[in-house]
């Protein structure tokens, strides 16, 4: 088996979108060691919905979206890195970080402690928008520093050329490609009730058609616009 971990520059900018096309692109299984937040759609559902690829159960389900180690404390419980093993698989393994780089699992342990101790190849998403050089640099450097092997930068959003090229000259990191808005994927803030309850369309196939609608509008995306010859050189023993 071989892991490759997504991680990235902040909350909500598109790691779990990109991890469904990695998974989807690679034929791979997905797993999610520690999911804060309960109410809306969880990472794995997003996964699972959007590839159709195997998904692991979490480690920890927590309900508070919080970081998780504040997760943990609302619901008494300490989360043990001891616990959080990479799962077997076979083939390919994508692993989701929460959040940042920098986010605690426990009073000791931040997320990069253990990229480092599943010793596996880091993927860092970043915003385009403004603010993502001095974030993007920071977290590299946090990778770097916990001893962790970075594959590239993967940018999410509209193009900002001189921006992108920025970060890759000072960051000294590979541009794996930049995922565009994806207009079938734009924030629904109502998606749950949305494909729970969908209007109908004149097909009469509303839900599935649309949800088909999403996977293809990223499997096509992401087909032309990440490099995914670099990332499956970096799974290679
Ligand atoms: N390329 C994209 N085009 C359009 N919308 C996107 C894109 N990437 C992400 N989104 C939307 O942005 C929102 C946040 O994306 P996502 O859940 O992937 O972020 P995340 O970094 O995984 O967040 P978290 O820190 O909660 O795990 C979602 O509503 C998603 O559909
Ligand atoms: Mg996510």
């Given at each position: 088996?071989?892991?490759?971990?997504?991680?990235g520059?902040?909350?909500?900018?598109?790691?779990?979108?990109?991890?469904?096309?990695?998974?989807?692109?690679?034929?791979?299984?997905?797993?999610?060691?520690?999911?804060?937040?309960?109410?809306?759609?969880t990472?794995?559902?997003?996964?699972?919905?959007?590839?159709?690829?195997?998904?692991?159960?979490?480690?920890?389900?927590?309900?508070?979206?919080?970081?998780?180690?504040?997760?943990?404390?609302?619901?008494?419980?300490?989360?043990?890195?001891?616990?959080?093993?990479?799962?077997?698989?076979d083939?390919?393994?994508?692993?989701?970080?929460?959040?940042?780089?920098?986010?605690?699992?426990?009073?000791?342990?931040?997320?990069?402690?253990?990229?480092?101790?599943?010793?596996?190849?880091?993927?860092?998403?970043?915003?385009?928008?403004?603010?993502?050089?001095?974030?993007?640099?920071?977290?590299?450097?946090?990778?770097?520093?916990?001893?962790?092997?970075?594959?590239?930068?993967?940018?999410i959003?509209?193009?900002?050329?001189e921006?992108?090229?920025?970060?890759?000259?000072?960051?000294?990191?590979?541009?794996?490609?930049?995922?565009?808005?994806?207009?079938?994927?734009?924030?629904?803030?109502?998606?749950?009730?949305?494909?729970?309850?969908?209007?109908?369309?004149?097909?009469?196939?509303?839900?599935?058609?649309?949800?088909?609608?999403?996977?293809?509008?990223?499997?096509?995306?992401?087909?032309a616009?990440?490099?995914i010859?670099?990332?499956?050189?970096?799974?290679q023993?």
């Open positions: 088996m071989s892991a490759i971990i997504v991680t520059t902040d909350t909500s900018i598109g790691k779990t979108v990109f991890s469904a096309g990695l998974v989807a692109a690679l034929g791979a299984s997905y797993w999610k060691p520690v999911q804060s937040g309960l109410e809306e759609e990472d794995s559902q997003i996964v699972a919905r959007l590839s159709g690829r195997p998904v692991l159960p979490e480690g920890y389900l927590l309900k508070l979206p919080a970081s998780p180690h504040l997760s943990a404390e609302a619901e008494g419980v300490e989360i043990d890195p001891g616990t959080l093993s990479l799962p077997q698989v083939g390919v393994l994508v692993v989701e970080g929460a959040g940042g780089v920098m986010v605690p699992l426990n009073r000791e342990t931040l997320f990069v402690d253990m990229f480092a101790r599943w010793g596996a190849p880091v993927i860092l998403c970043a915003r385009t928008q403004l603010g993502t050089i001095n974030h993007t640099l920071l977290s590299l450097q946090a990778l770097r520093g916990a001893g962790c092997d970075v594959v590239g930068v993967v940018f959003g509209a193009a900002e050329a921006v992108e090229d920025t970060i890759c000259q000072f960051g000294k990191v590979a541009h794996l490609g930049r995922l565009p808005v994806i207009e079938e994927l734009r924030a629904v803030p109502d998606r749950g009730r949305e494909t729970k309850c969908p209007p109908m369309g004149a097909d009469g196939h509303g839900p599935v058609s649309h949800r088909a609608k999403e996977s293809d509008a990223l499997a096509k995306a992401f087909a616009h990440i490099d010859d670099t990332i499956k050189k970096a799974l023993p």
